[in-house]
């Protein structure tokens, strides 16, 4: 069964912190993202990837990094961490033919 | 500039009638329109999609209608029950398979 597996769920952190968030799709998908949600803005796409080594910057870049080590996983890295970054963040995944992506289940990051 | 609108930001229907979601786009590159229904505390999931082939998709009560020309669609939400109170995303796709997304519209349906 299709699956996008995101990790931590929950995270507290500090501002200033060093957060790294974790994705893994099981479904030979080429295409990895990473999104944002807050309430009044929608989901905004943070980066993407269309393959291990790849990476493609999204509408929301500034304060992440991503990394993209093997088709199957997708790093968002918040190397200071900031309030304005807590949110609820997903993970997604596709392949380029007219499939729409598969999200994972979320984590919620608050940043004290 | 949005890419993708959505209108209204909250509506509320009896059960029964019908729910009308409206969303427009900028880009009339946009090959690939996934709409996404999401309940509290959960993550998006798909419920219906077009491609701009077609002006009108059906799957049960939720039936998508395209204007290529305008740059619209809509979601009809026939027969609306209390279990379709959701937030509706529409979203779109480019060539770069770069998926944008609406600001979304919550349906609230009443028993």
């Known amino acids: 069964e299709a699956a996008v597996t995101q990790s931590p769920r929950n995270k507290v952190t500090v501002t200033g912190g060093n957060v790294t968030l974790s994705c893994r799709q099981t479904?030979?998908?080429?295409?990895m993202y990473w999104y944002r949600q807050d309430t009044g803005h929608g989901l905004r796409l943070i980066h993407y990837?269309?393959?291990?080594?790849?990476?493609q910057i999204g509408d929301v870049p500034d304060g992440y990094k991503a990394t993209r080590t093997t088709q199957e996983d997708f790093f968002l890295l918040l190397e200071l961490a900031s309030p304005s970054q807590t949110s609820l963040y997903f993970c997604?995944?596709?392949?380029?033919?007219?499939?729409?992506?598969?999200f994972g289940e979320g984590t919620r990051l608050s940043v004290l | 500039q949005q890419q993708v609108r959505q209108s209204p930001q909250s509506l509320t229907v009896w059960e029964g009638e019908t729910a009308i979601l409206n969303c427009s786009y900028e880009?009339?590159?946009?090959?690939?329109f996934p709409w996404y229904w999401q309940f509290p505390r959960e993550s998006p999931a798909l419920l219906i999609a077009?491609?701009?082939?077609?002006n009108k998709k059906e799957d049960g009560r939720f039936t998508i209608f395209f204007n290529k020309r305008e740059k619209k669609l809509s979601l009809h939400i026939t027969d609306s029950q209390p279990g379709d109170s959701a937030t509706y995303f529409c979203?779109?796709?480019?060539?770069?398979?770069?998926?944008?997304f609406g600001d979304g519209t919550q349906l609230v349906v009443k028993p």
């Open positions: 997604a995944s596709s392949e380029h033919n007219n499939q729409a992506p598969l």
């Open positions: 479904n030979s998908h080429n295409y």
């Open positions: 990837s269309y393959g291990a080594g790849n990476l």
């Open positions: 880009d009339s590159t946009f090959d690939y």
């Open positions: 077009i491609r701009p082939v077609s």
């Open positions: 979203a779109a796709r480019n060539s770069n398979n770069r998926i944008f």
